[in-house]
């Protein structure tokens, strides 16, 4: 069974590194556009430092070690991080008048209200993403857990203590 939680770590990593290079994407380009007297509103560079951190993260938490799975608390973390991006880049799509934040048809049209509507909408997946990769995590620490009990005494093992064997 680890095989299975190993390729779906793998899957997810590689899904939160897409969500947040969209994002980074179109973040990035909105940031560009800013003439030099105008300095960009602090959600546009609070989405793109949780989008970048989110790709540094995920490339490293790629390589698959079983100590990957033990970041599950900081995948909790990236995870509201990115529901509070998700927050923001929504208050900032009310303020526009691109119709319902739910509304994601059209996004491959190439105006202000479809890429601020992509951003949101990958930022809203690459939460959940990373929320479930928390739990693929959560769920290994516990199976692996189960499985070191100490045979010959009948409990389990400290999680810092040394094997018997």
């Known amino acids: ?3 299975v939680s ?3 770590s ?3 990593r590689v899904a939160e590194i897409a969500c947040g290079a969209v994002v980074a994407g179109i973040i990035g380009r909105d940031l560009t556009s800013y003439d030099g007297d105008i300095w960009p509103q602090a959600r546009w ?5 949780v989008a970048g951190l989110s790709i540094l993260l995920g490339l490293i938490w790629l390589i698959p070690f079983s ?3 033990f970041t599950w608390p900081l995948d909790v973390i990236i995870s509201f991080a990115w529901f509070a991006a998700f927050g923001i880049l929504v208050d900032a799509i009310h303020k526009l008048s691109c119709g319902s934040i739910w509304h994601w048809g059209g996004l491959t049209h190439n105006d202000n209200c479809s890429r601020r509507k992509a951003a949101e909408a990958f930022s809203f997946i690459s939460a959940i993403v990373w929320m479930v990769s928390a739990l693929v995590g959560i769920w290994f620490t516990f199976r692996v857990r189960k499985s070191t009990t100490d045979a010959a005494y009948g409990r389990r093992r400290g999680f810092f203590s040394r094997s018997a064997v």
């Open 10 to 12: 793998i899957v997810l």
């Open 6 to 8: 190993r390729l779906v």
């Open 45 to 49: 560079i609070y989405t793109e430092v």
């Open 1 to 3: 069974m680890p095989v």
């Open 67 to 69: 100590s990957s799975f």
